[in-house]
């Protein structure tokens, strides 16, 4: 992260940001805020209070409408965690992507249009990718926003996208739109468009989804798949791992629903089951009952959960809570109260993860039943 962000952060965020916009043509919308044609606004950082450990806490967004991290994973932090992806329903009630700068808190439209596959990710030279209908793009977010395109030949949704960690490769689902919203295949394609390849096939027998591709190494992707009606039950839970040169699979033989891959490659975190296990499925750590959603710090030792409230007691000091734990102990440290209702009707959950170098976790929260969902970020001490 740029060296001064914490010292910026803590002055900026004791105030709420002026609401001020880059050119004479501003337009009011009905949040009351000025916006530049709908493209930009500036920081809304409010300064939140203290966590438990005594570092700061910040408001990002301030709005009457959702703002969302897209999931746990992938991390929605830039490579240098400099910037940060979005979802917002600022401008029509209607989700679209949006970027906003971690040391100004300025934030930026990414996609325009309101059709967009879920969900988009970074490469690792700082470029947004996000896909439309039979289309890949990237934006360059450090040269004006700049963005080159690259087709696809398929008339399916393109979604779930995530480049390898070398930076050469992009994995995808793809998604019927037009008959019915059933995914087709996990596919895979060069950056520069070439060696377009489908991996995996839904049969629409009893598999009819895919969900949640991740890279474990430049590879191996980890995935599962679901039933009829999104089916996750049972072995739905049990998520695959392919090589994606040569297509062979196999199936780890424990459950994994929610899960996120150790930035070491060799270990996955499966946080509502409560345990970690390595790549053959074999249990290294449970940590029951906190379990619910949970991320890998940067370190691949320490991670943290948001432990769902229906797998402890109500009155537990856990509830609410964001969790920090580590690997390699019983260490168990109350990080901040994310104050979320879980309200599932909004999918309002925390979906709480570390900025790339580890200093920061960003998550979300209505604030136990109010009407919208903002962002919140937390110094991790670490």
């Not at 991390?75 to 940060?84: E, L, R, T």
């Not at 060069?190 to 377009?196: A, L, P, R």
Request: aromatic fraction near 14%; include cysteine; proline fraction near 3%.
């Amino acid at each position: 992260m740029k060296r001064g962000l914490v010292s910026i952060i803590i002055i900026t965020s004791l105030i709420l940001a002026s609401v001020s916009f880059i050119n004479q043509n501003n337009i009011l919308d009905v949040t009351g805020m000025f916006i530049d044609d709908g493209l930009s606004f500036k920081s809304e950082r409010i300064f939140n209070g203290l966590s438990y450990k005594k570092t700061h806490v910040t408001q990002l967004t301030s709005n009457k409408f959702n703002d969302n991290i897209f999931y746990q994973e992938p991390n929605h932090f830039s490579p240098d965690s400099s910037k940060y992806l979005f979802m917002s329903k600022r401008i029509d009630g209607k989700n679209r992507i949006y970027v906003m700068d971690m040391v100004d808190g300025n934030i930026n439209l990414i996609s325009k249009n309101a059709f967009w596959g879920w969900s988009p990710s970074w490469s690792d030279d700082n470029k947004i990718i996000y896909t439309t209908l039979g289309k890949i793009h990237f934006v360059d977010v450090n040269k004006s926003f700049n963005e080159d395109i690259v087709n696809i030949q398929t008339g399916n949704v393109i979604s779930f996208i995530r480049s390898d960690p070398s930076g050469s490769r992009i994995i995808f689902v793809e998604e019927e739109h037009v008959k019915t919203d059933h995914h087709k295949s996990l596919s895979i394609i060069n950056f520069d468009g070439e060696d377009y390849r489908r991996l995996f096939f839904t049969n629409e027998k009893n598999i009819f989804y895919i969900d949640h591709p991740v890279w474990i190494n430049d590879d191996e992707v980890l995935f599962l798949t679901r039933g009829f009606n999104r089916n996750f039950s049972n072995d739905f839970n049990k998520p695959f791992i392919i090589n994606v040169n040569n297509n062979k699979i196999r199936r780890i033989p424990v459950e994994c629903s929610h899960y996120d891959v150790n930035p070491k490659g060799d270990k996955i975190l499966c946080a509502t089951e409560g345990y970690i296990i390595d790549l053959y499925g074999n249990i290294l750590k449970n940590f029951k009952p906190y379990q619910g959603h949970g991320a890998w710090h940067p370190d691949g030792n320490t991670f943290l959960i948001t432990v769902h409230p229906g797998y402890i007691s109500k009155d537990s000091v856990y509830q609410n809570k964001i969790i920090i734990m580590d690997f390699n102990s019983d260490k168990r440290d109350i990080l901040v109260n994310h104050f979320n209702s879980y309200n599932s009707s909004a999918h309002s959950q925390p979906n709480a993860q570390f900025s790339r170098d580890g200093k920061y976790i960003i998550y979300e929260s209505d604030y136990l039943g109010k009407k919208n969902t903002d962002l919140f970020l937390v110094e991790t001490g670490l």
